[in-house]
T-cell receptor, first 114, second 116 residues
């Protein structure tokens, strides 16, 4: 069974902290994504990666960075957490085989910044 | 630019009745269309997709969706709703003409409530 695993289900961090969200996939997928989900706004793409050490900005990259040192792992970094980054964060992966391939999602990390 | 709209924040339906969750899209080329479902405090699960071919697409858990090119719609349907279908449903689109990565755009989601 294919799997995308996010390291934490719930996180509470303080304003100004550096926060790491980790995601691992076991499907040998080339593409990996980080989304943010907020009520009424749907899913918004933060960053994605199409290969090891490669990254592209999504729609809302401000305040975030990413790291992909190995194919199976994609990390989202909040350099200095702020309360407006309180949200549900979803990691996803997909193969590079054409545009009609669905994504596989992790279970989500609900981050609260206080 | 591509976009997708889910005009209803919430849909209520009685158990056993047919359900429809609406989705319309806008793309420059041909669309790749997807439906995902999200149960409380979980990630998204893929339900079905339209790439090409038959306009009626069948997916998981008895769901189906009809692609209508003239109305630029991809509504999700099920003949008989179950209480367990209550969840948040997302429509998503990818433009076949967008180069490179081919970004996916998600709708804002529709909460389906099936009433016993």
């Amino acid at each position: 069974d294919v799997k995308v695993t996010q390291s934490s289900r719930y996180l509470v961090k303080r304003t100004g902290e550096k926060v790491f969200l980790e995601c691992v996939q076991d499907m040998d997928h080339e593409n990996m994504f980080w989304y943010r989900q907020d009520p009424g706004l749907g899913l918004r793409l933060i960053y994605f990666s199409y290969d090891v050490k490669m990254k592209e900005k999504g729609d809302i990259p401000e305040g975030y960075s990413v790291s992909r040192e190995k194919k199976e792992r994609f990390s989202l970094i909040l350099e200095s957490a702020s309360t407006n980054q309180t949200s549900m964060y979803l990691c996803a992966s997909s193969p590079a085989t054409g545009g009609g391939t669905e994504a596989f999602f992790g279970q989500g990390t609900r981050l609260t910044v206080v | 630019a591509q976009s997708v709209a889910q005009p209803e924040d919430q849909v209520n339906v009685a158990e056993g009745n047919p359900l429809t969750v609406k989705c319309t899209y806008s793309v420059s080329g041909n669309p790749y269309l997807f439906w995902y479902v999200q149960y409380p405090n979980r990630g998204l699960q893929f339900l079905l997709k339209y790439i090409t071919g038959d306009n009626l697409v069948k997916g998981s858990y008895g769901f189906e969706a009809e692609f209508n090119k003239s109305q630029t719609s991809f509504h999700l349907k099920k003949p008989s709703a179950l209480v367990s279908d209550s969840a948040l449903y997302f429509c998503a689109v990818r433009d076949s003409l967008s180069g490179g990565y081919q970004k996916v755009t998600f709708g804002t989601g529709t909460k389906l409530q099936v009433i016993p």
